[in-house]
T-cell receptor, first 113, second 114 residues
């Protein structure tokens, strides 16, 4: 199965620590998206890359959040100085330009103590 | 702060019955709509999608209906099985192509009784 993969699947951290998550998209997909999902809610868009360019960012993406996709393949999402409110499932999705279907990975569950 | 809704709308059906899950979308300029199934602890799984120039699209055991007049989307699942139990989300891609982000609805919990 060559779907979207995310690492780690679970992360527990203490408030104030930095965390970094990785996403590997489907290999031929040039678009990559990050979403955040809290319990009982639908995913909320954070940011989107086409190749290595970050083309769109949500206002949800505060200055403590940064995402990169340096070679247009995998992406990382870093959260600095984590807060309890950052506890959520962080989802990555990918798609091909010219096709709108976004395929999601299994997510990274972040718990901030 | 943001409130978290823990009580999803729930649809309870008997195994073998047909299920209809409804969704109201917000942006009349949205040109693409998609349904996802999400099981506990997993990422959303693509089910079916439809563009705004269509009213209906069928897949294997699933049909999506789009009513642009009232901004309503529905997902029909034929012969519902226990494995269909999950939370179902609709999502729209809006602004006539000006954005690629998906905006998700609240979600509906489908509970299939054996």
């Amino acid at each position: 199965d060559t779907g979207v993969s995310q690492d780690p699947r679970h992360k527990i951290t203490k408030r104030g620590q930095n965390v970094t998550f990785r996403c590997d998209p489907i290999s031929e997909h040039n678009r990559l998206y990050w979403y955040r999902q809290t319990l009982g809610q639908g995913p909320e868009f954070l940011t989107y890359f086409q190749n290595e360019a970050q083309l769109e960012k949500s206002r949800l993406l505060s200055d403590r959040f940064s995402a990169e996709r340096p070679k247009g393949s995998f992406s990382t999402l870093e959260i600095q100085r984590t807060e309890q409110g950052d506890s959520a499932m962080y989802l990555c999705a990918s798609s091909n330009s010219g096709r709108d279907t976004q395929y999601f990975g299994p997510g990274t569950r972040l718990t901030v103590l | 702060g943001e409130s978290v809704g823990l009580h999803l709308p729930t649809l309870s059906v008997q195994e073998g019955d047909n299920s209809i899950i409804n969704c109201a979308y917000s942006n009349s300029a949205s040109d693409y709509f998609i349904w996802y199934k999400q099981e506990s602890g997993k990422g959303p799984q693509f089910i079916i999608d439809i563009r705004s120039n269509m009213d209906k699209r069928q897949g294997q055991r699933v049909t999506v209906l789009l009513n642009k007049t009232v901004k309503h989307l529905s997902l029909q699942i034929a012969a519902t099985q226990p494995g269909d139990s999950a939370v179902y989300f609709c999502a729209e891609k809006g602004d006539g192509g000006a954005t690629n982000k998906l905006i998700f609805g609240t979600g509906t919990l489908l509970a299939v009784q054996p």
